[in-house]
């Protein structure tokens, strides 16, 4: 059973820029999350994926989107990136009807200059 | 809107001994779980224990123990017998549950352990 992985694990961006990040869940799991961790902070969500559309979404603009595919993996994709998006991101997958059993990457660290 | 504060920025105990650290939340819902996650350099956020509201019972993993106390929102984490391997960030998180699978969580709580 492979655990959840996310690449790359550090990016170098610049603002204005657009970034995509991955995520594979783990096996056989089928719901995905996406969080923002900024330094000295606790991971904040930004949305999750259920049969590849978006059902739920925290406090984040429209610049911040996502894609689950078939096999259940998924993308973040942010656009026009600010200084402020510079944080390590999270995936975390689990089964429908599991939602308190989240399985966390190893997150994808930003740095917007 | 639901809230976790996590008071303690920093702790430290030493190697063998106890250490507790604390958690307190709002919520208006009576049903929801509650969660200590262990975040070490490796930065993956590891599950450490889990607390269904509804169970009176504390939960315990091993070493690991809380004290849920619903009525006053509080949600501390106890570790005994503490070893070199605990040091890590330890976050506390809320999720309301059912079809939400949204974590609320705390700004963290550093914790050393000297040998």
């Known amino acids: 059973e492979t655990g959840v992985t996310q690449s790359p694990t550090h990016l170098i961006k610049t603002r204005g820029q657009q970034v995509t990040l991955r995520c594979s869940s783990q096996?056989?799991?089928?719901?995905v999350s996406w969080y923002q961790q900024a330094l000295g902070q606790g991971p904040q969500f930004i949305f999750q994926y259920y049969r590849e559309e978006e059902n739920g979404r925290g406090n984040f603009p429209p610049r911040f989107s996502g894609l689950q595919f078939p096999n259940y993996s998924s993308e973040l994709n942010v656009n026009a990136l600010e200084l402020d998006d510079s944080a390590l991101y999270l995936c975390?997958?689990?089964?429908?009807?599991?939602?308190?059993?989240?399985?966390f990457g190893s997150g994808t660290q930003l740095s917007v200059l | 809107a639901q809230t976790v504060t996590q008071s303690q920025p920093e702790m430290s105990v030493q190697e063998a001994e106890t250490v507790t650290l604390s958690c307190t939340y709002d919520t208006s819902e009576s049903d929801y779980y509650l969660f200590w996650y262990k975040q070490p350099p490796s930065r993956q956020m590891i599950l450490v224990i889990r607390?269904?509201?509804?169970?009176?019972q504390n939960a315990t993993e091993n070493r690991f123990s809380v004290n849920f106390q619903k009525a006053a929102k509080s949600f501390s984490l106890k570790i005994s017998d503490s070893q070199l391997g605990d040091a890590a960030m330890y976050f506390c998180?809320?999720?309301?549950?059912?079809?939400?699978?949204?974590?609320?969580f705390g700004k963290g709580t550093l914790l050393t352990v000297n040998p």
């Open positions: 998180a809320y999720n309301s549950g059912g079809s939400n699978y949204k974590l609320t």
């Open positions: 607390q269904e509201a509804y169970k009176q």
């Open positions: 975390a997958s689990s089964l429908t009807g599991e939602g308190e059993k989240l399985f």
């Open positions: 096996s056989g799991h089928n719901t």
